[in-house]
């Protein structure tokens, strides 16, 4: 099968890879029908050393499956099928307290022999574990299909922002960052019934989508002027969605929050210490969030998908062949493309 | 009247300072009948650069009102009040939400002219809002007297750090410290039900009172040790009250917590930045607490102190006449005392 592998920095290669095959009873093969670049794959794009070895690309993905284990029964050969960005058995403690991201067996794309997302197929272990069959038939041309993919990642991450947030009905919300993860926080904060959405990002096209999910006002300056802005507008807020994953991005939350208020981090950090010293103690200022256990929401979101009450997939910009996969990486870099899709 | 202030580390005297007076409408002058030293006061009696001035000190009281400014009419001469360690106005958004310590009008014992609660008497601005009347007779020599005035900080701060860390029927918590606030955070997690309170803390006195009050376990090793006596106990726990305020006890309650679970931060941290890095963020761990809203919770708690099911003065092991309040930052200072009663 042909998938992408990146080598370093810069250097994404699509190439020819071994067929997936059934490796242990719970394993399922899946044939994709879509994939996509993430946000935090521009982070090793970035910034990974050369490797002769590579490392096989992608963690959102949907798909056919093709075979099954000996232990798996609830799924079968040409069932439609999402995958949650990291498998899980679903029956471990952490997993049945909806924490799959934490799952004790559970792992990640692209790691320990497992493959990519980003590929014409992908074995899956704990496959009924990890994932969830769509009721729609398995069709390549649906319009359902980046929304129903959006559920692999960016949109049940957007969603965990804002329940870890404790957005509720009435709420004032500011969402930090206008990349596919803060517009899908928009969504689902919209969705948990926040009254006022502020969206500080400053490009035009995506704060634009972002009013269209339901942000009420958007901020584009940064920094201390950032802040300003915000506490002019709303008089500061009681919930933060940081969807960047930069101090930069940190500080303006802190900025903007009320005393008493909660942060809720979606966005990796790109820092090991941050500032949770006396004055943020004295402001009793609490920082939750962390990756999305993805698994725990997908089922929960996936009405509003399929009667369109919601509608991730319009982050998906452009879409690009398996063999294009290096340029929706370069174009989403040069920040040409919020989210690329990928059709094997 | 005679009152403690601080010169510099290591120096607390006891002198002559003017009486209070009613300065705004809404004050009042208390007559203090019991203060203490808070571990919060070895800070600066560890570090505080000398000073020809000084600083008053003190900041938990209780006492009876002396006399009452033009706009006080909910308070008279004479009643028992226990004041909450910082004054606030009661009426301001933030107190409305019960975060009295964010208070807009609010302020500090012993700062901009307010005297410390470690005096004869104490000017008490916005009294109103701030100091909450005892349905008890003002007897010096009552046997509730100790308990009552706990509700001044150590009892409200524990209790803080339960409810933040969302503390519930049959949780499993650990408090991490046994000082005065840990032993109150002992109290607090089991009067709101929980199952399992692992102590740690090395005092043998102290972690002996922490099982007095509920402690089911007790852990005296430190560090890596520490972490994997709790582990090995329990598996991990959810829910964690840090009620030290250093790098390490931050550490213990990190490495002890499961993921997705919660540390309330009640002691002052004693660093700017702390470990909430991509590790953390994998592991949703969400960090809350800070500074009590002491006065949100006094009438909550006052019932139980009243009728004896809970005993938070007990922590006060030793009582000094006001004149020997230097011996009680001295052997409080040595861990030779746990929390020095203060007698004018």
Request: net charge negative; aromatic share 4%; glycine share 14%.
């Amino acid at each position: 099968m042909r998938a992408a592998v990146m080598y370093g920095a810069g250097d994404v290669r699509v190439e020819d890879r071994p067929d997936p095959e059934i490796v242990e009873p719970n394993d399922a093969t899946v044939r994709t029908l879509a994939s996509c670049v993430c946000g935090s794959d521009l982070w090793p794009y970035a910034s990974m050393p050369a490797t002769d070895t590579g490392r096989p690309m992608g963690h959102e993905f949907l798909g056919v499956v093709e075979e099954t284990g000996a232990d798996v029964t609830a799924l079968k050969t040409g069932d439609l099928v999402v995958a949650p960005f990291t498998y899980s058995d679903n029956t471990c403690d952490y997993c049945a307290r909806g924490l799959h991201i934490s799952c004790r067996n559970g792992g990640r794309y692209g790691f320990d022999g497992v493959d990519g997302g980003q590929g014409e197929a992908v074995r899956v272990p704990y496959a009924e574990g990890t994932l969830v069959k769509l009721p729609v038939a398995a069709d390549a041309d649906s319009a359902l299909l980046p929304s129903l993919l959006a559920l692999s990642d960016v949109m049940t991450t957007g969603h965990h922002g804002a329940v870890t947030a404790g957005v509720g009905r009435g709420d004032a919300v500011l969402v930090v960052g206008d990349g596919a993860v803060g517009l899908c926080a928009v969504i689902a904060a919209k969705r948990l019934g926040a009254e006022r959405i502020v969206l500080a990002g400053r490009h035009e096209a995506r704060t634009a989508l972002g009013r269209e999910f339901g942000a009420t006002d958007v901020v584009a300056e940064r920094g201390e002027e950032g802040v300003a802005r915000i506490r002019e507008l709303t008089g500061g807020v009681d919930k933060v969605i940081e969807a960047v994953g930069t101090r930069q991005a940190l500080g303006t939350a802190l900025g903007a929050v009320l005393d008493g208020g909660t942060i809720s981090r979606l966005g990796v950090p790109q820092y090991e210490q941050g500032p949770i010293g006396p004055a943020e103690f004295m402001r009793n200022i609490t920082l939750t969030g962390g990756a999305s256990p993805a698994r725990a929401y997908i089922e929960q979101l996936l009405p509003d998908v399929l009667d369109g009450r919601i509608t991730p997939g319009r982050v998906f910009d452009e879409t690009f062949t398996l063999d294009r996969t290096p340029d929706g990486y370069r174009a989403m870099a040069d920040r040409q493309v919020l989210k690329a899709l990928i059709r094997p």
